[in-house]
């Protein structure tokens, strides 16, 4: 296909150039080809450059080859583009549809048999349910919940990292047969959810795999997600115009039908173009339609030309590509600028049969319907084959509508030209036709994108409060597939066209509209929705919405270490919750409390709020609730020193999380068993345990996790003596934590920081690292760490931090360390101290030195036999040994 034309029919724009002058772009591809098959290891390509320098081609030449292979190890292409879209996961979908072979209007049911069969051939049957229901949100296939499905329905956040997780799982499992080629097209037009998925995948993606993307902008420019991608994996390949050579030889191959062709028509062509082959092959197009070539009849199936070099002069030839489409629209005859301005008007995609209720809406209607009267449609069908052959359209291969014929503008510039010389009340006129048409078609509330264009055609002809419903219904469509960015996008111009108007309706979007502003890390404005809920679940006497309401502001509050501010709100919200007889809502809010108290060292008060949670979720046999509970409760009872109870409920949560198939609960069971051993001072047992820890926190790619894991590797690390790779680890995490803005998670990594910098005797970074540390600890008021912090302070003082004329300082930071966890009840945190503060007293000396160090350490470790010996509180019900599970 390099070296020769592909001739289809006897039009000008049926000639496609061969690809010169991509010799070592070509080049590029194949040798990351290669590394893919030799190392079995993922490799992206970002194939870069101007709209039109030849991004598509280059792929479709290269993947050509791949389908067809002479010898070697077979290679499955599959590409996807989120051009002529405006899904959130448009390209994903048309991706998944060409793997599974889903071809245009395939009975859903047969589809998902389909879809099913193939699932279960690649995982072989493992875990099958839970990968169809997240294929199933990208593909628009509904499939049954699983048990990990209800677990994570409710909180968006978790159904985003298990559901990326499913998708990475199953390429890599498809994979293994033999290595898969993957190209994204036109990533500029992808949504942001899509590019994201897209970003985890090329960073984490560990399989024989080629991920080829095509885009005008640097990957790093369309979503920060895309400069994790280590060096060694990506390969950028920026592709330029073409030189004078390759510009004359395409000209010259495309207008090879004149026999010689006249050297001032290539010059024209190439000086127009500027080495740009899409608009060289434009420059051709232009001829026709300006007189310069005329095609004439010929015998043979390859067409002639005629050249008249006098109009040359004449004809306006464009400069840029403005200049181009506005040549093409001169082209035009009446009768198809304005069939194209009512395509325009649905969209860069439109349908034949959108454009027949346009048609027929200026007719009278007939007085019976018959087959007679159908054939305005073969009209239309005509004119549209007629622009698809002049190049103006597309016809795509799979339609979204059964039974419809699809079609795509072929290069957009054009469609937003027609679009914007149609008047603003025809405009009305066609949104409002076709806002109807959209409406009765089969299938449309199963899907986001096609509720979205029902929401903007409504919008567009006046029509707001419906425009306002669908698009909350767009919204809740796009948050149930934890697409958060378009969900956002949704709910944000469906609720300001609502207005006041329907405030019950308002209460649910604002909430759902909190939930995905969260998942998104946008707090401040998820604050602003959940507030105004609030209010307004007020005025209408609505118990359980505003306990709903009161609940996400706590843990909005208790999440981003405002603590003082969270009690009031959970408090609140389970009065309301109580009152309106709501369970599942006092189970979760009992938890909350149970969580917030803890963080500010109420233990006593923190185990009978997380005791409370627990007993009712296991009479709501909420699972998923259940499993983190006994995850909180485990948090609570390690802190108490109780670390055979501690490491019985963080199993008992593991187990249900591994059954459940939650990885990122998996992720955060075995980081807290492994600080339990970290306290029992099993250090290698400890890494082993967070290492698993790490994998499964990287798998699903939050990177809340990831840091906290990182920071609890760096402490082991630290205390087995190895500084230099803890500071390494631990600066990883801090980096992570500051992207965040997660301060209290930062103030842990910069603590366990200056101990690493004091194990090298740094210790002036050592005094630097601790004193942020206690400063972003004090601002968010979580005793516990405070208290851990100050005793830090101490270590580092006592070794001369600050100087040895200020050691003698070190003694106030260990009181007023001890005095903090005495404050809260935390014993084991002051038995710390208290050794901590007789190793500093032993070295420092002094006639007391010995009685006093000896003091310190007998009330020590009367403190920690007392918590060895001490049962757990009345109503604490110790839990059944888990079941065996297979790691």
């Not at 409710?154 to 390429?171: F, K, N, P, Y």
């Not at 026999?259 to 434009?282: H, K, Q, T, Y």
């Not at 390859?302 to 181009?324: F, M, T």
Request: proline letters at 3%; glycine letters at 8%; one cysteine or more.
């Amino acid at each position: 296909m390099t070296d020769r034309l592909r001739w289809v029919g006897l039009s000008s724009n049926s000639l496609q150039a061969p690809m010169v002058g991509r010799g070592r772009e070509l080049a590029a591809l194949e040798d990351a080809l290669s590394e893919v098959k030799t190392s079995r290891e993922a490799r992206v390509v970002s194939l870069v450059g101007p709209a039109g320098i030849g991004k598509s081609r280059l792929a479709y030449e290269f993947f050509q080859g791949l389908e067809t292979p002479d010898e070697g190890e077979e290679v499955r292409v599959f590409r996807g583009s989120a051009r002529g879209s405006e899904d959130a996961y448009a390209m994903f979908e048309r991706l998944l549809r060409a793997r599974f072979g889903l071809g245009d209007g395939i009975d859903p049911e047969a589809a998902k048999s389909l879809v099913r069969a193939q699932v279960a051939s690649v995982l072989e049957d493992r875990k099958v349910g839970d990968v169809l229901f997240f294929l199933g949100q990208l593909l628009g296939l509904p499939f049954p919940d699983s048990p990990l499905t209800k677990a994570v329905g409710e909180d968006a956040i978790e159904g985003r990292l298990v559901r990326r997780s499913v998708l990475r799982r199953l390429i890599e499992s498809d994979a293994a047969a033999a290595p898969l080629a993957l190209f994204f097209d036109d990533l500029d037009d992808a949504h942001h959810d899509s590019r994201e998925l897209l970003a985890f995948l090329c960073d984490l993606v560990d399989a024989p795999v080629l991920i080829v993307c095509a885009s005008r902008a640097d990957l790093g420019a369309l979503h920060e997600g895309f400069t994790a991608i280590s060096k060694d994996r990506l390969r950028r390949v920026e592709l330029g115009a073409l030189g004078e050579p390759e510009s004359v030889t395409v000209v010259e191959a495309l207008l090879e039908p004149c026999g010689d062709v006249p050297e001032a028509l290539v010059d024209s062509a190439c000086a127009a173009a500027g080495g740009n082959p899409m608009l060289l092959e434009r420059m051709i197009r232009v001829f026709v339609d300006t007189g310069v070539l005329e095609v004439t009849p010929s015998a043979t199936h390859r067409p002639e030309w005629r050249v008249h070099l006098d109009k040359l002069d004449r004809a306006r030839l464009p400069l840029s590509v403005e200049d181009a489409v506005e040549a093409r629209i001169a082209a035009l005859s009446p009768d198809e600028r304005r069939l194209l301005e009512r395509a325009a008007a649905m969209g860069s995609v439109f349908w034949e049969g959108g454009l027949s209720a346009l048609t027929r809406s200026e007719r009278p209607g007939p007085a019976f319907w018959t087959a007679e009267e159908d054939a305005d449609a073969a009209t239309i069908t005509a004119a549209l084959d007629e622009l698809v052959e002049r190049d103006y359209l597309l016809r795509l291969p799979d339609s979204t509508f059964a039974g419809e014929r699809e079609l795509v503008f072929k290069h957009n510039k054009e469609r937003e030209r027609i679009a914007s010389g149609t008047s603003p009340q025809d405009l009305r006129s066609y949104h409002q036709i076709l806002a109807d048409w959209l409406e009765h078609k089969a299938g449309v509330r199963a899907h986001e994108e096609h509720m979205g264009m029902l929401a903007r055609h409504r919008e567009l002809a006046g029509a707001r409060t419906r425009a306002a419903l669908s698009y909350l219904e767009a919204g809740a469509i796009a948050r149930a597939r934890f697409a958060h960015q378009k969900a956002v996008e949704y709910y944000e111009r469906g609720l300001s066209l609502l207005g006041s108007r329907d405030a019950g309706r308002r209460v649910d979007a604002l909430h759902d509209h909190g939930d995905v502003l969260l998942a998104s890390g946008h707090a401040e404005a998820a604050l602003a929705e959940f507030e105004e809920m609030k209010t307004l679940a007020y005025r209408l006497d609505l118990p359980a919405k505003g306990g709903a309401a009161h609940n996400r502001i706590g843990r909005l509050y208790r999440d981003t270490g405002r603590l003082e501010l969270a009690e009031p709100h959970l408090r609140a919200g389970l009065a309301l919750f109580q009152r309106a007889g709501d369970e599942r809502g006092i189970a979760s809010t009992e938890d909350d409390l149970g969580k917030l108290r803890w963080m500010r060292g109420e233990y006593a008060l923190a185990l009978d709020s997380l005791q409370r949670g627990l007993t009712l979720r296991r009479r709501l046999g909420d699972r998923r609730g259940i499993a983190l509970s006994m995850n909180n409760l485990g948090v609570l009872l390690q802190d108490c020193g109780e670390y055979a109870r501690a490491k019985e409920a963080f199993e008992h949560s593991l187990s249900i999380r591994r059954e459940i198939g939650d990885v990122p609960g998996v992720a955060t069971s075995l980081n807290n068993l492994g600080t339990v051993q970290q306290d029992l001072g099993e250090h290698e047992r400890a890494l082993t345990l967070l290492g698993d820890a790490l994998l499964a926190a990287r798998e699903v790619g939050e990177k809340n996790r990831v840091a906290l894991v990182l920071t609890n590797i760096g402490v082991s690390e630290e205390r087995l003596g190895h500084a230099d790779v803890a500071i390494k680890v631990l600066t990883e995490a801090e980096g992570l934590c500051d992207e965040l803005g997660d301060k209290l998670g930062l103030a842990e990594v910069l603590r366990s920081l200056g101990r690493a910098h004091m194990s090298r005797r740094e210790l002036a970074k050592a005094r630097q690292f601790i004193s942020r540390s206690v400063e972003l600890f004090t601002a968010v008021r979580s005793k516990v760490h405070l208290g851990i912090a100050v005793r830090t302070l101490g270590e580092i003082t006592a070794e001369g931090g600050w100087g040895a004329e200020h050691t003698g300082k070190a003694r106030d930071y260990f009181l007023r360390a001890t005095s903090i966890f005495e404050e809260i009840g935390n014993e084991i945190e002051a038995a710390r101290t208290c050794q901590a503060f007789a190793a500093h007293v032993r070295r420092e000396g002094g006639p007391n030195a010995e009685a006093e160090a000896d003091a310190l350490e007998a009330r020590a470790a009367s403190a920690l036999d007392k918590l060895t010996r001490a049962s757990l509180p009345d109503g604490w019900e110790r839990s059944p040994p888990p079941p065996a599970v297979d790691s």
